[in-house]
């Protein structure tokens, strides 16, 4: 059978030896995890899919857009409000207006990349370039409403959740690592050059019409021009991937109907592959049923007795085939169910249905749970620490926008240093879970060092303790998503309602939440720093002990 499991594996093992424990951890990052389990019951993902060169460029260009659009506005933002006649706390609303739309659209462009990559694309990029006009025009119109739609699109337009399935599903597994190192490399270059072209920006001011082109609209006008290029590059050049071979379900269907034998050789598995095909499905069956007998998998218990009818006979399932079968027997791939993961969740109609018992598989898998809450603090701290920076340092220490773009630029540059560094650690034989309980107590430390201690405060305790916490997040991040892509159930590796985009869905409330917690505290608190950030110190000491708890749990 094309793309035949053995192949898969073998491209798999290459992989795994060519790269470094560097770009091992950068690939798992995005959470695009191994599909292990072909869904049969769909016919892409049994014809492989060949990507166009110039379309791979483009999806990673738009998670660098994309990024750079989330980051631009943020040093400018509390400024913005300040022009607008509200409280500068209120940066924290516009700035969480885009994790709140993304808790929404990801979901459907999670659903609409299982039919088409271009036009969503296409959508994500319109999305953004329309938010941005309505956050560079809001100052002209003296409207908050106007800015927080404008900040609610372009968070809408963001299409991960696409750009991620694009490399999943279309990139071949033995390019599949460098394909997510680059969505890495991109996010982080792209978190990096926002506030650095926030700062480049800075010194503009000059008016079009009743537009002012000052340094809170410009990083959104520049945003507009670039988004408007991008689409027409898109439009024209982005193609959907093709699929590897000629024949479809409706084209053996209709050769099973009308008795043709025409079904290309190249289509089945070699009389050599049918062996190792049989046990890699033997083994597969065993990973994925429970070994106890009343049929636990992950800890949603299946009854012993719907096992069997679930998952089919234990014979070798039909489709292995040499080439002379016949298209009956072809036929019968597109019905057998020997190797679907979906098949271990109930049956239902609408994609909507499966997410209670996909939240119950969740719930009742304590190593996944575990990655879950410390992938929530991970993204709480770091978007508190990114979204107060311009408010705290602006407030405190009098810093210019440049000033603050230029550091929010600097912390952005530690991402890449320390995933590098996660990699050393593991390749020295540390394990993640030891990595991860030691950066969430370095964390901890730094959040000792950046709160005010009797109402005095310096720069030095801003600068340390902020890069302290951002470089521990991010070595947790790293080692977080590696185990995540261990203990996550293979019914959980595919389709709309995968583990990345429940993981996504958890960081975007988080960092909604803490967008939401800068303005509470901004707008009732007169510390702002330890209002922000015990609350924090809290959660990240609770988590602490809970893994020291679990911790056998956590491998």
């Known amino acids: 059978m094309v793309a035949s499991l053995d192949s898969v594996q073998t491209a798999r093992a290459q992989v795994r030896r060519k790269t470094t424990p560097f770009t091992h951890f950068l690939s798992?990052?995005?959470?695009?995890?191994?599909?292990?389990?072909?869904?049969?019951?769909?016919?892409?993902?049994?014809?492989?899919?060949?990507?166009?060169?110039?379309?791979?460029?483009?999806n990673i260009a738009q998670i660098f857009l994309s990024t750079v659009n989330a980051y631009i506005t943020v040093p400018t933002t509390n400024?913005?409000?300040?022009?607008?006649?509200?409280?500068?706390?209120?940066?924290?609303?516009?700035?969480g207006m885009s994790p709140l739309a993304q808790i929404f659209s990801a979901f459907l462009f999670s659903y609409w990349s299982n039919y088409a990559f271009k036009l969503p694309l296409v959508v994500s990029s319109l999305l953004q370039l329309s938010g941005n006009v309505l956050y560079g025009a809001a100052l002209g119109y003296k409207s908050l409403p106007m800015l927080l739609l404008g900040r609610f699109l372009g968070g809408a337009g963001t299409a991960e959740a696409v750009n991620r399935r694009y490399i999943a599903d279309v990139i071949p597994p033995s390019e599949r690592t460098g394909a997510s190192v680059a969505f890495v490399t991109a996010s982080a270059l792209g978190m990096s050059a926002g506030p650095a072209l926030a700062a480049v920006l800075f010194p503009?001011?000059?008016?079009?019409?009743?537009?002012?082109?000052?340094?809170?609209?410009a990083p959104a006008w520049l945003m507009v021009i670039l988004w408007a290029v991008f689409l027409v590059i898109m439009a024209l050049c982005f193609?959907?991937?093709?699929?590897?071979?000629?024949?479809?379900?409706?084209?053996?269907?209709?050769?099973?109907?009308?008795?043709?034998?025409?079904?290309?050789?190249?289509s089945f598995a070699t009389s050599a592959q049918m062996d190792e095909e049989r046990a890699l499905c033997e083994n597969e069956r065993s990973h994925l049923i429970s070994h106890d007998s009343k049929g636990d998998y992950g800890g949603l218990r299946v009854p012993s007795a719907s096992v069997e009818e679930q998952v089919g006979p234990k014979d070798p399932p039909t489709y292995f085939m040499s080439p002379s079968s016949?298209?009956?027997?072809?036929?019968?791939?597109?019905?057998?169910?020997?190797?679907?993961?979906?098949?271990?969740?109930?049956?239902?109609?609408?994609?909507?249905?499966?997410?209670?018992?996909?939240?119950?598989?969740?719930?009742?898998?304590?190593?996944?749970?575990?990655?879950?809450?410390?992938?929530?603090?991970?993204?709480?701290?770091?978007e508190i620490i990114l979204s107060s920076a311009g408010l705290i340092a602006t407030s405190y220490f009098n810093w210019s926008i440049s000033h603050v773009g230029a550091f929010m630029a600097a912390l952005g540059l530690l991402v890449l240093?320390?995933?590098?560094?996660?990699?050393?650690?593991?390749?020295?034989?540390?394990?993640?879970?030891?990595?991860?309980?030691?950066?969430?107590?370095?964390?901890?430390?730094?959040?000792?060092?950046?709160?005010?201690?009797?109402?005095?405060?310096?720069?030095?305790?801003?600068?340390?303790?902020?890069?302290?916490?951002f470089v521990a997040v991010a070595v947790m991040e790293g080692v977080d998503t590696s185990l995540m892509s261990k203990v996550i159930p293979p019914v959980l590796s595919r389709g709309t309602f995968n583990s990345g985009l429940l993981a996504v869905q958890i960081g975007m409330v988080a960092k909604a939440l803490g967008d939401g917690l800068i303005t509470v505290i901004g707008l009732s608190a007169d510390d702002l720093i330890n209002g922000l950030?015990?609350?924090i110190l809290v959660i990240t000491v609770g988590l602490f002990f809970i893994c020291k708890q679990y911790f056998k749990h956590m491998s």
């Not at 597109?334 to 679907?340: A, G, I, M, P, V």
């Not at 034989?429 to 109402?455: F, H, P």
């Open 79 to 95: 400024k913005y409000a300040e022009n607008l006649g509200v409280h500068a706390a209120y940066s924290g609303v516009i700035i």
């Open 239 to 266: 193609r959907e991937p093709t699929h590897r071979h000629r024949n479809t379900k409706s084209e053996l269907l209709h050769n099973h109907k009308t008795g043709k034998k025409e079904i290309a050789p190249e």
């Open 417 to 469: 240093p320390a995933n590098y560094l996660v990699g050393e650690f593991s390749e020295h034989g540390y394990e993640d879970r030891t990595i991860i309980v030691t950066s969430q107590a370095i964390t901890i430390m730094g959040l000792l060092l950046i709160i005010s201690y009797w109402g005095e405060y310096n720069e030095f305790q801003f600068v340390a303790g902020t890069s302290l916490i």
């Open 204 to 217: 503009i001011d000059f008016q079009v019409g009743r537009f002012p082109i000052i340094n809170s609209t």
């Open 326 to 382: 016949t298209a009956t027997s072809a036929v019968s791939i597109f019905h057998d169910r020997e190797l679907r993961p979906s098949s271990y969740l109930p049956k239902l109609r609408h994609p909507l249905a499966k997410i209670h018992p996909i939240l119950l598989l969740v719930w009742r898998n304590k190593p996944l749970m575990l990655t879950l809450a410390v992938y929530f603090l991970i993204e709480i701290a770091d």
């Open 28 to 58: 798992l990052k995005p959470l695009i995890f191994d599909q292990e389990e072909l869904e049969v019951g769909d016919i892409h993902d049994l014809l492989p899919m060949v990507p166009h060169g110039l379309s791979v460029w483009l």
């Open 533 to 535: 950030y015990i609350p």
